[in-house]
């Protein structure tokens, strides 16, 4: 993977000079046509080099620079200014500029600069590349709001300990790429990560796949087979889903973790093994321990380092980086109208950055303009029936009943569509018992067959 640069100009002739020149040495080229498009692709893109003019409109260089050196403060930032405004360029160079170049400034400069800065220091994104060229978990983790900096900042501490974790959150808020980035940040990055989903396997079959067995252990073992536990010796094992372990199971688990050591099914030699275990659940399992279907004890072995994810709703600043991120990861040529920007930043966002994620594809499939626009998205995404929270409350105030009866008949309408007009399964729907559907019913006046239906 060529290096990567990012220049950033107000100036169209002043970008495409340098895409030229630095295209020319190789180099693998974005540019952006000010600072606001800057900061937008720093926060989804990690360059090598950052060129930036000083003086542009709205974000100025040095809030470019500023924003380089925050998130990722390896990459060198070379700086563009004008004629007599050394002051700056000190001050760039204060704040960690490489270096600055005067307008109007010799090609053969800028290729020197850039030839030294990326020949010498080892690129950041190369460092990361994690075998097949990808970028590591951690890099790929996009959040900048005060909830996900305190997830970025706990990671490598939880990494750099032995301890078992516990992840909690949300469907589709980041568990398994949290729980990667934590085995990729740790002493066992080079041994195996191995994911099991306690959900998903059933109950009979579970024992066997973590533990093992040896043939003739039951009908179908035909031979001797390791579990999931074994291959993930010296590593990380990801037990998904971990609310839903049967009880049976919770106590061969918990032996494990007191003990490193199990027998295979159907075995009787003991097994030793070192594995680090990180649990995943997106239920409470408050639940489960009071109504005894998850082991305390249990739970106190998982739960010694716990991770909370933040839903998506929470995470305000994010949205626009992931929508950005994943528009870029899938069709980087395509751009998004501020309108549609607009729209996807007002949707609630209740399935999280999983749902995030799936509707930018289904857009990009659906869409095959080059700039996405509201009409290319998704009905239920423009028009949420979770209606999202006011932005602001307008001056001169708003009728909150109102509002809240308008709600209310929407959903009363939706859910007598979709049970066909039956009344009591239009209910059921809603969570409300028969009498209060009706007597809500009569209160709008919404007109229904009568009883007997
Ligand atoms: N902060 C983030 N930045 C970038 N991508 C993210 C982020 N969080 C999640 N993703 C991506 O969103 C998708 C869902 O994440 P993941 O599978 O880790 O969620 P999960 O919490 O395990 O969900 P589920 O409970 O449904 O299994 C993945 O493709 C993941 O790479
Ligand atoms: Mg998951």
Known sequence: MGKRILIVDDEPSMREVLGILLDKEGYNVDSCDGGVSALRALQSDVY?????????????GIEVLRAVKSTSPETAVLMITAHGAADSAVEAMKLGALDYLTKPFQVEDVRRIVRTALGNATSRAAQNLSGA??????????????AMKEVLHLLPRIAASESNVMITGESGTGKELAAKAVHELSSRQKEAFVTVNCGAIPENLLESELFGHIKGAFTGAVADKKGLFEIADKGTLFLDEVGDLPLSLQVKL???????????????????????????????????LKEGTFRRDLYYRLNVLPL?????????????????????KCRPERTISPGAMDVLLRYPWWGNVRELENTIERIVVLCDEPVIREEHIPEEIRMPEQLPLPQEIPSGGVNLDGI?????KRYL??????????????????NLSFRSFRHRLAKYGLAVREEGD
Request: no cysteine; glycine share 8%; net charge neutral.
């Open 404 to 408: 809240i009866e308008d709600i209310e």
């Open 413 to 430: 309408q939706k859910a007598l569509v979709k049970a066909k007009g039956v009344k009591t399964d239009a209910a059921r729907l809603l």
């Open 308 to 328: 909370k994810l933040p839903p998506l709703r929470n995470r305000g600043e994010d949205v626009e980086s992931l929508i950005l991120h994943f528009l870029n």
């Open 254 to 288: 918990l032996r494990v973790l007191e003990e490193n050591a199990f027998r295979r099914v159907g075995g009787t030699d003991t097994i030793r093994v070192n594995v680090r275990v990180i649990a995943a659940t997106n239920k409470e399992l408050g639940e489960g």
């Open 48 to 60: 090598d080099m950052v060129i930036t003019d000083l003086r542009m409109p709205e974000v100025t």
């Open 133 to 146: 060229g990808e970028r590591s978990s951690f890099e790929r983790i996009i959040g900048r709001s005060a």
